[in-house]
């Protein structure tokens, strides 16, 4: 059984920042790129950062130089390190593992207050 659980989600001031955490099980992590997406109430879900199995990176324009993605292979974890956040970068956060598949996370919530 395949499951991703996310953390580190709350409530954080604009300017502040959150590290959010994704433990994956149930699949050969290394071999799978990794990211990390957001839905708002209202909109699609987008891509927010994604880390291949070769750790390469890519993020979106809107979160260049204020996140960043990593990976730890030996633990089967991928984070988000989110700094400067902006009241913009509210949302649901998903994580998401895709090879041949994709699997996705619950969800953890991350709310800016003004």
């Known amino acids: 059984q395949v499951q991703l659980v996310e953390s580190g989600g709350g409530l954080v001031q604009p300017g502040g920042s959150l590290r959010l955490s994704c433990v994956v099980s149930?699949?050969?992590?290394?071999?799978?790129?990794m990211g990390w997406y957001r839905q708002a109430p209202g909109t699609q879900r987008e891509l927010v950062a994604v880390?291949?199995?070769?750790?390469?990176?890519n993020y979106a324009d809107s979160v260049k130089g204020r996140f960043t993605i990593s990976r730890a292979n030996a633990k089967n974890t991928v984070d988000l390190q989110m700094n400067s956040l902006k009241p913009e970068d509210s949302a649901v956060y998903f994580c998401?593992?895709?090879?041949?598949?994709?699997?996705w996370g619950q969800g953890t919530q991350v709310t800016g207050s003004s």
């Open positions: 149930g699949i050969f992590f290394s071999i799978y790129d």
């Open positions: 880390i291949t199995s070769g750790d390469a990176t």
């Open positions: 998401n593992a895709q090879r041949y598949n994709g699997y």
